[in-house]
DNA sequence: GAGGTGACTGCGA
DNA sequence: CTCGCAGCCACCT
């Protein structure tokens, strides 16, 4: 059992995931429930967070460090390998990351069904 | 086949 | 205000 993942990226799911995260604008972050919500999965923003698991095989490569839960918090950050890249290319991007945190993550906040406004 | 985990969120006390 | 619990769905053991 255990299909050891499916190919790379067939799922409409996960590549909308990709899709929207793709959209980000340089310089702003948005959170899992707020793709989750665009996508009509709202309660399941768990799977949205699984989706940028595999973000990182997917080409072209996701900004899922643009990326981060409801409070602006880098929650993903032990993903990318090292702890520190995430904040360090959020900083490359221009968003300052204080404590694992995004500064004003609100202000600098990309709501996709929002933006993009369907 | 069944149980547990997880890059989350929202609501209740 | 902060802390805790339940819901959600796919992947993994």
Redesign the pocket.
Known sequence: ??????NTNN?S??DNVYQVVRLIPKGRVT????I??YLG????????????????RVKPK?P??R?????G?L??????GKPDM?QKILEREGIRVENDKVADFKSLFWDPSKELEL
């Open positions: 059992m255990a299909k050891a993942i499916k799922d799911f996960f959170s899992y429930g707020a989750a919500r999965t709202t309660g399941s923003s768990r799977m949205v967070g699984w989706a940028m698991n595999g973000s990182h996701v899922a460090q990326v981060v839960n409801r409070v918090l929650t993903g950050k032990h993903h990318f995430m």
